[in-house]
């Protein structure tokens, strides 16, 4: 089992940057997929990006692809989200998800909500136009 704490949202200005840090606890944070989500007020959660174990595969969705970048640090058990040219309309709150290692295959992605298990409390992205 694994517990995951997100930090670093909060009001930028649009063209801005924020990196978003995902600390995970549990020695074994290494054999996890681990992926990005977000949720917009009044808005469905929806899928940002996701990174194998390794870090070796990346899957973006296609409104960040070229301006967030996403990152793994396995020695300090956590992952980080760089966004760049942020829009007001990657305004909400962002939530990062680990997937049981126990159902994971090696270099898999996985782009839906419910194939992760474990989920930090959110943290909070403002853009401001």
């Known amino acids: 089992q694994v517990q995951l704490v997100e930090s670093g949202g909060r009001l930028v200005q649009a063209g801005g940057s924020l990196r978003l840090s995902c600390a995970a606890s549990g020695r074994t944070f290494s054999s996890y997929p681990v992926g990005w989500f977000r949720q917009a007020p009044g808005k469905e959660r929806e899928f940002v990006v996701i990174?194998?174990?390794?870090?070796?595969?990346?899957g973006y969705a296609d409104s960040v692809k070229g301006r967030f970048i996403i990152s793994r640090d396995n020695a300090k058990n956590t992952v980080y989200l760089q966004m760049n040219s942020l829009k007001a309309e990657d305004t909400a709150d962002y939530y990062c998800a680990a997937r049981d290692p126990g159902r994971s295959y090696r270099g898999s992605l996985y782009y839906q909500s419910r194939d992760y298990e474990y989920w930090g409390q959110g943290t909070q992205v403002t853009v401001s136009s």
């Open positions: 990174i194998d174990t390794s870090g070796g595969k990346i």
